[in-house]
């Protein structure tokens, strides 16, 4: 080619090529399409397994004396022995033996307060009483003499040694003699009411404990003023509080309308809120002959058959009334689900565990019958969230959705 020719070469500025923008970005070209791909995937399997919207519950421990219960009722462990102590003399607290949670024995001191004037007292009648035991044989021994004087003057009387009248002076003054020494006798015995009351006034300054039991709460410290009637400003009146916890019963409040279903002596189980999994034979020990007309309830109390250290006065109880004693077998936690939770397919007895949005077949072996829940021995634990309904819907890996309650 020439120069010429290559002279003649244009640029057309005009027409430009267009070059297709796709070709440019073939990666945004290829997830566009995967999204749209992916969208009708989701779209023809939502359409092919739809999601199911089902009720649930949960399988749990149950009990089997759930099925021979009559009436449930609840109430709060109570002691039956309970005392606030405090002592018969206002003082100030000198000394305090016990704590919170501490046992302590019938008669035991467990505080007392200043008492020296008690004590002065105490030892003032103490004092007494020996003078008065000194004077009462000094009154014997003088009685003594006055009848072996009186013998002797007898004797000598009768064979005229003596006058008729030492004899009458010897004889009153054994007269005399005996009524000294019984008057010593009765010093004697005002000076040990003396001390007697002394001891009892001295004691009025200790407190013991009336019966054995557990200290509950301590109401007062040392230092602190203790009058019976706790009227002054500043004092208490108790000092501690105790109960005997062999003594403890359930008062549970029953309605007028079920209280039919109670009787003396009739067998209950007894939950503790504190000890949810421990559960405790009582039988029914009274019903309190009085109704209270603001709550249209009878007060039951119940009975610990077997008392537990755990136990504690105060603690909220609920008590099941039962139409038969429990067996051993009675007090054994059994895994159920409601009965609706159960059904048959190509003739196996099978349940619908519940696995984020999806639920899973399993077959179950079913046991007796708890009430409206049925046992369930394998195949299921405790815990499991089952499908309640529509089963009829359901099939294994089927997607379902919680309907809220």
């Known amino acids: 080619m020439s120069n010429d020719d290559l002279s003649r070469l244009r640029i057309n500025k005009q027409n430009p090529v267009v070059t297709s923008k796709w070709r440019k970005r073939p990666f945004t070209a290829l997830f566009i399409l995967l999204v749209i791909i992916v969208s009708i995937f989701w779209a023809s399997r939502a359409a092919l397994f739809p999601t199911v919207e089902i009720e649930t519950a949960t399988a749990s421990q149950v009990y089997p004396s759930s099925a021979f219960t009559v009436l449930n009722a609840s109430g709060y462990v109570v002691a039956q022995r309970k005392a606030a102590l405090a002592a018969k003399a206002t003082g100030r607290l000198e000394w305090l033996g016990v704590e919170e949670g501490r046992k302590v024995s019938k008669g035991?001191?467990?505080?007392?307060?200043?008492?020296?004037?008690?004590?002065?007292?105490?030892?003032?009648?103490?004092?007494?009483?020996?003078?008065?035991?000194?004077?009462?044989?000094?009154?014997?021994?003088?009685?003594?003499?006055?009848?072996?004087?009186l013998k002797r003057l007898k004797e000598l009387l009768s064979q005229g040694v003596v006058s008729q009248s030492d004899y009458d002076?010897?004889?009153a003054r054994k007269d005399r003699s005996a009524a000294a020494a019984s008057s010593a006798e009765a010093n004697l015995r005002v000076a040990a009411a003396a001390l007697s009351g002394a001891d009892v006034a001295l004691d009025y300054t200790r407190i013991r404990?009336?019966?054995?039991?557990?200290?509950?709460?301590?109401?007062?410290?040392?230092?602190?003023?203790?009058?019976?009637?706790?009227?002054a400003a500043n004092a208490?009146?108790?000092?501690?509080?105790?109960?005997?916890?062999?003594?403890?019963?359930?008062?549970?409040?029953?309605?007028?309308s079920s209280l039919e279903?109670?009787?003396?002596?009739?067998?209950?189980e007894i939950t503790l809120d504190a000890l949810p999994q421990s559960r405790f034979r009582g039988v029914v020990h009274s019903i309190v002959p009085t109704a209270d007309r603001s709550k249209a309830t009878v007060m039951v109390k119940i009975s610990f058959i077997d008392?537990?250290?755990k136990i504690l006065p105060e603690m909220s109880a609920k008590v099941s009334f039962l139409e038969r004693p429990l067996k051993s077998e009675d007090q054994v936690p059994k895994t159920a689900v409601p009965k609706s939770a159960v059904v048959t397919r190509q003739g196996r007895s099978v349940v619908f565990i519940v696995a984020n949005d999806k639920v899973i077949?399993?077959?179950?072996?079913?046991?007796?019958?708890?009430?409206?829940?049925?046992?369930?021995?394998?195949?299921?634990?405790?815990?499991?969230?089952?499908a309640l309904k529509p089963l009829e819907k359901?099939?294994?890996?089927?997607?379902?959705?919680?309907?809220?309650?």
């Open 261 to 268: 279903k109670v009787r003396v002596s009739q067998p209950c």
């Open 108 to 149: 035991e001191v467990i505080a007392r307060l200043e008492g020296m004037d008690a004590e002065a007292s105490r030892k003032q009648a103490a004092a007494a009483l020996d003078s008065a035991a000194s004077l009462r044989d000094q009154a014997r021994v003088e009685s003594a003499d006055a009848v072996r004087s």
């Open 236 to 256: 208490k009146a108790s000092v501690v509080t105790i109960a005997d916890l062999s003594s403890l019963k359930v008062e549970a409040d029953v309605s007028e």
């Open 209 to 231: 404990a009336p019966f054995n039991g557990v200290v509950l709460t301590k109401n007062a410290d040392v230092g602190d003023i203790v009058t019976p009637l706790g009227a």
């Open 307 to 309: 008392l537990d250290p």
């Open 394 to 405: 359901l099939k294994n890996a089927s997607r379902v959705k919680i309907k809220q309650k």
């Open 169 to 171: 002076l010897a004889e």
């Open 361 to 386: 077949q399993s077959d179950v072996v079913t046991g007796a019958s708890i009430g409206d829940m049925i046992e369930i021995i394998k195949g299921i634990k405790s815990g499991d969230k089952v």
